[in-house]
């Protein structure tokens, strides 16, 4: 698989939240999984700013990443899934403690769609 504007990388993996990998884990398709195996460590790198933008398509990831833009391509659907599901966020309440989101909760809500637009943590 060749995705345009990106370039495969070492193969992908998060074994701290997908213990038996993406495609075993039933939170992702196939073709979801595939991605995530083969550009995992680019689209990573991009996020966090170890590696500059090369091209149009990799702008735009990076602007859909940082919640500027809407996620057009099957590349930038399934990292914000990833994101959305191994992200903890933490916020206070009311009371001055602090709340953190389950993996579960993350899990319900990126499966229902709530939330889909990513901010940068």
Wanted: with cysteine.
């Amino acid at each position: 698989m060749d995705i345009r504007g990106f370039e495969a990388g070492s193969q992908f993996q998060d074994s701290r939240h997908f213990p038996v990998g993406f495609s075993r884990s039933g939170e992702f398709t196939l073709h979801q999984a595939e991605i995530l195996e083969q550009y995992g460590h680019v689209l990573k790198d991009l996020e966090n700013g170890q590696q500059k933008a090369k091209g149009r398509e990799q702008k735009h990831f990076i602007a859909v990443c940082s919640g500027s833009k809407e996620a057009e391509s099957m590349l930038e659907k399934a990292w914000l899934k990833y994101r959305t599901l191994t992200h903890v966020d933490t916020v206070a309440s009311a009371f001055g403690q602090l709340k953190s989101q389950s993996l579960e909760e993350a899990r319900v809500q990126a499966q229902s769609g709530v939330g889909a637009k990513h901010t940068r943590h």
